[in-house]
């Protein structure tokens, strides 16, 4: 990302945010977080409790301990190894046959190769649970880093270590428990310093007594697996202190996709446009004759037709917002047959209207073919709204470049746009246009993720850094969604209280 290490702090606002969602929808999305924790549990417990036989001999994956799971006996949970690491429970099944009532392993018996899992993919597996599309990551992976896949849970300074033992030794003792208190069942904690590390899930959390007991897929003691009197490589309902956490060096995490359940905030519930007002260029503020912003199917609908804003009723700072955005069709009027074009304007302040009759003075995170992940300033010459961004210039064109950028601000619309930093300049204003080797989906829906803290503003795409913009003079205001001649579909506008910051 960066050169420098940004500092890090894992805490949560949201007074500022709760006026926007009523209690109802808080208790939908629990609901919903409790029933996907739930399900990683239950996971973890029958991968770790399914019963099997192997039918040969099979040595361990690591000849210095010299064991093997013998013939004939019966042994608990999908086998540990850290070659053939990545299945998880149904896979491995595919590999046991029933045979007069009992169930064995008929899959390859040697070290090498008979089906298994470790620490980071059994628990990388129970959180598939709740996120189908979670990646299998390693214990070092499982640090958190922005954008995140994993967050922390708590109150800690991470500094971007990839060490917990530094972040632990840091913290001390009092922080790292006040965090470990904050620990739900699927939740875990990991461990990693060097080449080496480990990650337990937690199954259930005892702050009154400090404790958690977790479920871990883990090696042998003394030559024997550790868990289930020495027939699984499992450990379920094991119980470790705070101090012994503390001790161990683990740092609590939680997955992102649950978290963003239990704090993210909705701006569109997906049903009516409640909590925002409307803006049509040639209509009073308030009047959308046509149905320019609509809800079909779910889904927020743009038609293009005419231009346009759409804008919260409430202004809001220091957060990331989350934008999945689908391109339709259509593209009108002096934008027909031309790369379809919108944007997501942050920090709107000001009258409806007040730039090109239809939006407020903002920063813009442009939607347009080609050109996401662009940051343009949205105001006038002499309506205060600047930024600035590291760049190198291109034919005139200033492209984002975090390593080799030199700062450059703009402050009003008319000096051209912040590009991303993978921008061509080969770029055509047809429609359809897209740049080769670009993280936009043309076809399908992307991901738009847009931390605004402070004075500061970065920019990700389907999971990757594209741009960013700091030193702005608007800090704070409303979001406004923009009607620009071509059709777009959004499901997805959220907020998440963002208080960390980001250099």
Known sequence: MFNKKPFFIATLIYASFASVLCASDFQTQREKADELRAKVVDYMRAAATVEWIPTADIPYWSPVHNFSFKKGETYYGIPYTQYSRNNNLASFKTQLKEIDGKTYYVGPSEFDSYWGSDCSASVSNAWKQADPNFPSLLT????PDRPKEVVPVGEYALNYYDSTPLIVKENGLDVMKRAYAQLKPADAVVMHYDYDGHVMLILKNDPENERVFISDQTGLSNGVPKGKDG???????????????FESRYIPIRLKFIDDLE??????????LDGWDVCVRGEAVGSDSTGVFSVQDGTLRVSGQK????????SYSNYRLTVEFKWGD?????REGKARDSGVLIHASGDQGAFGGVWMKSVEANLVEGGVGDFWIVGGDNDGVKGTCDVVEKNGMRIFNPKEGKPVEI???G?????????STNWQDVKGFHVPGSYEKPDDWNLLEIYAVGSEMQMYLNGKFVNRVYGLSLTNGKIQLQSEGAEIFFRRV????WNEPLD
């Open 494 to 497: 959220s907020l998440r209280p």
């Open 415 to 423: 000096q051209g746009a912040f590009h991303w930093y993978g921008w």
């Open 330 to 334: 259509g593209t009108f009027g002096a």
């Open 307 to 314: 231009y346009g804003g759409l804008a919260t009723k409430e």
């Open 140 to 143: 070092r992976r499982m640090i």
């Open 231 to 245: 027939r699984s490589t499992f450990r379920v309902d094991c119980e470790y202190t705070y101090e012994q956490l």
């Open 411 to 413: 402050t009003s619309n």
């Open 263 to 272: 704090n993210e905030i909705p701006l569109f519930d997906g049903e009516t």
